[in-house]
């Protein structure tokens, strides 16, 4: 993956041998040097990965300590709405004042045990005599989680073995090739680090952005920070933030973990809601504004609405075609810490459940893996004999199996032939299937989904009638799953 050669080059080039002496035997207060010893660790061990992150001119400063941070003039200024891009080194035209980071820090868990700015921004002696976005790591070089890896090395690894260390290239390329429809759609929020920490974050409008400077930002994405999401984007480096784990820990998370109150991401709302949605998961995971309602479905044909990203929206029963049953949910979606509960138990931040963690003290090791693979096994098998109907209807009603489906997915070109039931049914279809879980995040609206796409399709009368055989369910799933990656590509051509 292109990260982990970005990491080896990095490593390559990191260090001249002198100056990294002094970087590994600091301690982890003002100046550098890990908790701990180094081997990847929690104690650390990717100390050459940060040097690598400095220019060449701050490899040739030395440590100050934090105080020399707080000066008036500088990261100690008076209170602040919110951070511009020239904050944040990036030179643009619109100036201001930097916020109070220094203050801030001093509560933090890092500021009381004296984890100080050089220890994520570098030595500061050139930076204090002579302040340029030149000679101390900040935007964009801040927000790489090489920068927390120095001391957290095995949280480090863990999320580097997720699907957030990873990128989606094709939004961020079509933010280079056509900034202007970025505006409409902001998939490149929720698809770059980059971008969710330097501007959605910090209060910016994306939609305001000039062009070029949405260019700028793709291309910084692309060329030096491949990440969909790192440690700053959950993670406030500089500020208790009062948004607590579900355990009660304050870790300077930027949003809830916990979170009710739908509306702003319910049908119909727009991405500069839905990407700002109060949810430490779902102001990405969540299903972009996808609306079940009859007018929605005659005027959107081209592809399903709901992205893969509906997961929240399965969790708290709302997006689907469920004949006025909002809200249909399990005990998941009341659960202490929501989507942290089951995903990031012990904190492991591969976001992977694991059952003896994740579905404790509700579940057994042993439980919970029996519920989960009986209740795939049922979402199989109804998915594929809903697919089925609809293949069937398509076939005896214009000799194509696939004409049910969006015109992206290979549907009929003329969508107005394709009555109200179908556009019903496949909304569900596609919702249950997107959300990846096999109906777990919300087992109880799935079925109800499942059950009102049948009740459309049975108005349709004999030739929407189920399979009388259905295939193994290796075939089944085999037969869902193209579906999922098809319209995962409908996304990708549809996104300007």
């Known amino acids: 993956m292109k990260h982990k050669i970005i990491k080896y080059l990095l490593a390559a080039f990191a260090i001249i041998p002198g100056l990294a002496a002094t970087l590994f035997i600091q301690n982890c207060g003002g100046a550098g040097g890990p908790i701990g010893g180094g081997g990847g660790g929690e104690g ?24 020399a941070c707080s000066n008036d003039a500088c990261h100690d200024a008076g209170a602040r709405s919110s951070l511009t891009l020239a904050d944040l080194g990036r030179g643009s035209s619109r100036g201001g004042r930097h916020s109070s980071h220094y203050q801030d820090w001093l509560v933090t868990k890092h500021g009381q045990n004296n984890v100080g700015c ?28 090489y920068v927390c890896a120095q001391c957290h090395g095995k949280t480090f690894e863990e999320w580097e073995a997720s699907a957030h260390s990873e990128l989606v290239e094709t939004p961020i390329n079509s933010a280079i090739s056509n900034p202007s429809g970025q505006k409409n759609t902001w998939c490149i929020v929720c698809h770059s680090a980059l971008v969710r920490t330097s501007i959605s974050e910090k209060g910016i409008d994306f939609s305001t952005l000039p062009n ?9 994405t692309l060329d030096n920070f491949p990440y969909t999401a790192t ?39 727009k991405p500069p809601q839905f990407t700002q949605f109060n949810h430490i998961c779902a102001e990405c995971h969540n299903g972009r504004g996808t609306d079940p309602s009859d007018t929605a479905l005659q005027q959107n044909t081209t592809r399903p609405s709901m992205h893969d990203s509906n997961q929240f929206n399965m969790l708290m029963g709302i997006g689907g075609v469920d004949n006025g049953n909002v809200g249909e949910v399990t005990a998941h979606a009341t659960a202490p810490g929501q989507c942290s509960h089951c995903h990031m138990g012990d904190s492991r931040h591969t976001f992977t459940v694991s059952y003896d ?7 057994t090791a042993a439980d919970a893996a029996a519920r989960a693979s009986a ?82 399709m049975d108005a349709l009368g004999p030739k929407a009638s189920a399979s009388k055989k259905m295939p193994s369910k290796d075939a089944m799933l085999r037969s869902i799953l193209e579906d999922v990656a098809k319209a995962r590509r409908a996304d990708e051509i549809d996104r300007d």
């Open 212 to 220: 070029e400077e949405i260019v700028e930002l793709a291309k910084t």
């Open 375 to 456: 209740l795939k096994d049922e979402m199989i098998y109804k998915t594929y004999a809903l697919k089925t109907r609809l293949e069937n209807w398509a076939q005896a009603t214009f000799g194509d199996s696939n004409a049910w489906e969006y015109t992206a997915n290979g549907g009929y070109s003329d969508q107005s032939q394709i009555p109200i039931e179908v556009k019903r049914a496949r909304h569900n279809y596609y919702f249950i299937i997107r959300d990846a879980s096999w109906a777990i995040h919300n087992s109880a609206y799935a079925r109800l989904l499942i059950i009102v796409a049948n009740e459309n």
């Open 357 to 363: 963690t994740g579905c404790a003290p509700c579940h």
């Open 44 to 67: 650390g061990g990717y100390e050459q990965e940060f040097w690598a992150l400095l220019s060449d001119e701050q490899k040739t400063a030395t440590y100050v300590g934090s105080e």
């Open 118 to 145: 050089e220890r994520c921004h570098g030595p500061g002696s050139k930076h204090v005599a002579s302040p340029s976005k030149t000679n101390i790591l900040t935007f964009p070089g801040a927000i790489s989680s």
């Open 231 to 269: 440690c700053v984007v959950c993670h406030d480096p500089h500020r208790v933030t009062g948004n607590l784990t579900w355990e009660g820990k304050e870790v300077q998370l930027r949003h809830l973990v916990f979170n009710t109150d739908t509306s702003q991401i319910g049908p119909g709302t």
